[in-house]
């Protein structure tokens, strides 16, 4: 199912991006510097049945891998449900990855950094969106849902802002989520309508993992010792991805 994105707030400006970033590579600059806001990650899930690859629409090439239970339609993509308590660690097979980029485009860094995605869904827990843990050196980006209202956070090694929508959102009808980080505050829109604002100093979050769209990667429930007493498996259905930088 697609949909025109609703632009606002401080991402309105994300469409007048100054060189595509093909122009900006062969100058020798790297995107994660520029002051205008750039789309640094474009997944339109809209990929046929049966792929393994979920492509990158915004040009800087960060394709994410697709595990085997994500279900692609041409349209969505859908993810399956694994009940908290079964203690089964299916590692990248639940999840939707994204590497980490060198050039740290994928990264909230100092700067503005704004989060974009629609989805449904009628499950009210797991992580949907997240980079790195709660101990990740470099700090944490994640998008939960606990009780069924979704959440957006941007943590540091030096701070934390956190909000949670005052929108009930696993209702099963599609929800169109965007957080916008700036180094002073963190803002929340519910389908295109400002919901919450927390102003916070979050200083710079830039780590080496990987995004993940569905849950955690780096957990087992068999070893407590080794990771999360929960992967926190989201189920649900994605309909498009996108980051924006600057």
């Known amino acids: 199912m697609r949909t025109s994105r609703l632009l606002v707030g401080l991402g309105a400006a994300a469409c007048l991006v100054l060189a595509t970033p093909s122009a900006m590579a062969a100058r020798g600059h790297q995107p994660a510097f520029l002051a205008a806001p750039v789309t640094t990650l ?9 792929s393994t690859t979920a ?5 800087f090439g960060h394709d994410g891998a697709i595990g085997s239970h994500v279900k ?5 993509a859908t993810i399956d449900r694994h009940p908290p308590d079964a203690g089964i660690y299916y590692g990248a097979a639940h999840l939707i990855m994204i590497d980490d980029a060198p050039d740290a485009s994928l990264d909230p860094g100092t700067g503005n950094f704004t989060v ?4 449904r869904s009628t499950v009210k827990f797991g992580n949907v969106i997240q980079k790195g843990q709660a101990t990740a050196v470099g700090g944490q980006v994640k998008f939960q849902q606990p009780g069924g209202y979704m959440s957006c956070m941007f943590k540091s090694p030096n701070g934390q802002a956190s909000i949670k929508s005052s929108i009930f959102t696993s209702d099963g009808a599609w929800h169109t989520i965007r957080c916008e980080r700036t180094p002073t505050q963190v803002t929340l829109y519910v389908d295109g309508v400002f919901n919450k604002r927390i102003k916070h100093t979050t200083s710079n979050i830039n780590n080496t993992k990987p995004w993940t769209i569905g849950g955690k990667f780096d957990c087992d429930t068999s070893n407590p010792n080794t990771g999360a007493d929960s992967c926190d498996y989201w189920a649900g259905e994605m309909d498009w991805v996108k980051f924006t930088k600057g």
């Open 42 to 50: 474009d997944l339109e899930l809209n990929d046929a049945a049966g």
């Open 72 to 76: 692609m339609n041409g349209s969505t």
């Open 116 to 119: 974009e995605f629609r989805f």
């Open 55 to 59: 492509v990158d629409s915004s040009g």
